[in-house]
């Protein structure tokens, strides 16, 4: 089954102090590391088990600047075919929208059997790529897969629904199907194993090759457009205890104790 | 005059929350002269109809067996339906699995603009803009709409709002809707799963321990039990501690796992997303302990620790057990 795969590269900031830039558009990223999306690591993993098993070809997409090329390369190290790189100036300040119908050109004119995508982005943590991108394409989709298999033309999903329940659903393929963190375990990529698929040509494809009009993506296009990030406001959260450690324990026990809470 | 639609969530047979926060911001954004209706899908609706006919100005009831099972697509090609006949301007639904499983597909099939998980929203002229968190939650962004005469669609925050009670005499018309002559969804709802009851039931815990990421590796989990077995607490975590498999999916708390109201909740090595707080309801007297300063969690506790967990968790472990000796 041919299967293709979209990520995305995003700032970690699991240890990162972030600051906003001057234009208050982006974050100050001279400290920032980036890697792939955490759930797109998951959405390649599935789309590499499923072609350990059932045979056919992985085919990984991006839509980002130069440096995007990373993720690529990662997917590739996974286990993926083949990349492709959706990279043009005029795609800077897409929104989900602008990313989906980008995706939708690339992917639409190839007969995909699935087409995975993480559940949601780190960076813009909308969750809607996937969905318009099913919308587009006019296929099938189910979002927040935590368990997939395929048997034949179909495939059965479970997915996070109402209530922290999971629902199994049958849905024909070819799908979009996103997914959940916690889906599987991706593999370790090494840097030998980014190192082997260094020379494998990643194709790059424009605006222009997409059959794209510069107007309907990035800022030009965007139906939503950002206009300021900010930092959340302090105060009026916790009191943050200080002194030594046996200090701030002993306090911390004595708030509880005032709050009845122990 | 802005028409305002609410997707109602449905779950175990009973209107989620969520449903009057929206009214509360959908009658704020309807002005006076708008109109603020709800949508309701599903089998045997006429209580839940009733219910909301108290405070919305007109319910859309799709009563039909095919729905009886909650489900994004069935849901989406009723709504698409009735979006594009009744014109809304704008159509507003809770942040929630379902929705993000439903919006995205339905706003572009209408073809208007989205905005997600918004725990602000206001008209400007005809548009609309939103506050919202990116960046893992640690940044707010201020966003806004493109023009669009296909209506506006938006999700919004749980607990961004405060619910609207309904009156008991407002009297909102009830009207029947059928689902499309060509409904033919293409997914089918084989079952549901239910979580997996636990050896230890989190919910019925007045204390609680809680643990996330920052524990680093599954044999740390070690001292946290010590912690919990001094607090005489259970232990429960955030999501990526279940997603590597070292705590199960029923010691999850948050909006994929379960909801909790201890009285005493004390959440370890946890950044504090919206979705893991989401699972904290209640008047619980909620401590942080983490060694990011900027953590959001630190945001909405009464009482944190800025540390290194491995050094405070045991000192605190000592202090529970002299105060419970």
């Not at chain 1, 105060?235 to 009845?260: K, N, P």
């Not at chain 2, 968190?133 to 506006?152: I, L, N, P, Q, R």
């Amino acid at each position: 089954m041919d299967i293709a795969v979209c990520v995305k590269r995003v700032p970690d900031l699991t240890e990162a102090e972030i600051e906003i830039d001057s234009d208050g558009l982006s974050l100050e990223d001279s400290d920032l590391d980036y890697d792939l999306n955490e759930w797109d690591d998951f959405a390649v993993e599935a789309a590499v088990q499923l072609k350990e098993k059932h045979g056919g070809k992985v085919t990984a997409y991006t839509v980002g600047d130069d440096d995007a090329e990373e993720v690529l390369r990662r997917a590739l190290a996974m286990g993926a075919d083949e990349a492709i790189h959706l990279c043009d100036d005029a795609f800077a300040g897409s929104d989900p929208w602008g990313i989906a119908q980008a995706l939708q050109r690339a992917i639409g004119d190839r007969k995909f059997d699935l087409i995975l995508c993480g559940a949601i982005s780190s960076d813009g943590t909308s969750g809607h790529t996937g969905g318009m991108l099913a919308a587009l394409l006019d296929l099938p989709q189910v979002a927040l897969a935590t368990a997939l298999e395929v048997n034949g033309d179909k495939a059965e999903v479970c997915h996070e629904v109402e209530g922290g329940l999971e629902r199994v659903v049958e849905i024909a393929l070819p799908a979009v199907i996103t997914v959940q963190s916690g889906i599987n375990e991706p593999r370790y990529v090494s840097i030998r194993g980014i190192r082997k698929v260094a020379g494998m040509d990643i194709d790059v494809k424009e605006c222009d090759d997409l059959g794209l009009d510069s107007g309907q993506v990035g800022d030009a296009g965007a139906r939503v457009r950002l206009e300021e990030l900010a930092l959340p406001p302090t105060g009026g959260g916790a009191e943050i205890l200080e002194g030594s450690i046996d200090e701030m324990v002993t306090t911390l026990i004595e708030r509880i104790r005032e709050q009845g809470a122990l | 005059m802005k028409k305002i639609l609410v997707i109602v969530e449905r779950h175990a047979g009973a209107i989620d929350d969520s449903a009057w926060e929206l009214l509360t911001l959908a009658r704020a954004l309807a002005g006076g002269d708008g109109t603020v209706s709800a949508a309701l899908l599903g089998e045997g609706l006429d209580a839940l109809a009733a219910e909301l006919a108290k405070g919305f100005d007109n319910v859309h009831v799709f009563d039909d067996s095919r729905l009886a099972v909650p489900d994004a697509e069935g849901d989406g090609l009723a709504l698409v339906a009735l979006i594009e006949r009744e014109g809304y301007s704008l159509t507003l639904a809770a942040h929630t699995n379902l929705s993000i499983d439903l919006l995205p597909w339905l706003s572009v099939k209408v073809g208007g603009p989205l905005l997600a998980d918004c725990f602000e929203l206001a008209w400007r002229g005809d548009e609309l803009e939103a506050k919202r968190t990116v960046f893992e939650g640690k940044v707010h962004a201020k966003v806004a709409t493109s023009a669009s005469d296909k209506g506006y669609f938006a999700t919004v925050r749980g607990g961004a709002f405060e619910g609207a009670a309904p009156a008991a005499n407002a009297g909102g018309a009830i009207q029947p809707e059928s689902l499309p002559a060509d409904f033919a969804p293409r997914r089918k709802a084989l079952r549901t799963v239910e979580p997996e009851a636990g050896e230890v039931d989190i919910t019925a815990s007045e204390v609680l321990i809680a643990v996330g990421r920052g524990i680093e590796e599954e044999e740390n989990l070690e001292i946290i039990n010590s912690l919990a077995e001094a607090a005489g607490a259970a232990v429960c975590c955030s999501r990526p501690v279940v997603d590597k498999g070292w705590l199960p999916k029923a010691r999850q708390v948050g909006t994929s796992g379960l909801t909790v109201s201890p009285k005493l909740y004390v959440a370890v090595g946890i950044s504090g997303s919206f979705q893991h707080m989401g699972g904290v309801k209640g008047s619980s007297y909620l401590v942080a302990i983490n060694k990011d300063a900027k953590a959001p969690i630190f945001g909405v506790a009464d009482v944190g620790i800025v540390g290194d967990l491995f050094e405070v968790i045991p000192a605190l472990e000592e202090e529970f057990k002299k105060v419970r000796s």
